[in-house]
């Protein structure tokens, strides 16, 4: 299967909240600084927060 990758989708996002999402996938900077079992939170934090927007997408 092959995929055409030259192709976007313009996608308005002007009435889009990502705060949610910005703030998890901010949760993601300076692993280094972190123990390894901290990762596993922030990774988890960011998992919620994207499945939480695409379920929203639909009852929007």
């Not at 308005?12 to 280094?32: F, K, P, S, Y």
């Amino acid at each position: 299967m092959q995929f055409d990758t030259d192709q976007t989708a313009e996608v308005d996002t002007t009435d889009v909240d990502t705060t949610d999402i910005d703030e998890a996938i901010a949760g993601t900077e300076n692993l280094d600084t972190v123990t390894l079992t901290e990762h596993v939170a922030r990774f988890d934090a960011v998992h919620v927060a994207l499945n939480e927007a695409l379920t929203s997408i639909d009852t929007d």
